[in-house]
């Protein structure tokens, strides 16, 4: 059984910068394509980046081009995500989630990772 633990989240400035990391334990990590999923209150759980189990196809999605990166250590078992220039509207709680990779591209539809973490929450001030 696949565990995912979150960690890093907090209260920061507006244009400040946060670093959120996923230890994953259980399965050999270098199977699985890894995503980061965020839910704001009243909304829906939303996409925000993937990266594939080789590291070779990441994305992330629009609102956080050039803000946000992700990456994964494979020795370590764990996927980041680095968040700069944070803006209110990122606030949310930012899940990790684990997929058995199946395709070339990693998935961005939250359906279709097989397992979550308990989320760590961001919260941006203005």
């Known amino acids: 059984q696949v565990q995912l633990l979150e960690s890093g989240g907090g209260l920061v400035q507006a244009g400040g910068s946060l670093r959120l990391s996923c230890a994953f334990s259980?399965?050999?990590?270098?199977?699985?394509?890894m995503g980061w999923f965020r839910q704001a209150p009243g909304k829906e759980r939303e996409f925000v980046a993937t990266?594939?189990?080789?590291?070779?196809?990441?994305s992330v999605t629009d609102s956080v081009k050039g803000r946000f990166t992700i990456s994964r250590d494979n020795a370590k078992n764990a996927v980041y995500l680095q968040m700069n220039s944070l803006k209110p509207e990122d606030t949310a709680v930012y899940y990790c989630?684990?997929?058995?990779?199946?395709?070339?591209?990693?998935?961005?539809?939250?359906?279709?990772?097989?397992?979550w973490g308990q989320g760590t929450q961001v919260t941006v001030s203005s």
């Open positions: 990266i594939r189990w080789s590291g070779g196809k990441r």
């Open positions: 259980g399965r050999t990590f270098s199977s699985y394509d």
């Open positions: 989630a684990a997929r058995a990779s199946r395709t070339v591209v990693p998935s961005t539809m939250p359906d279709e990772y097989d397992y």
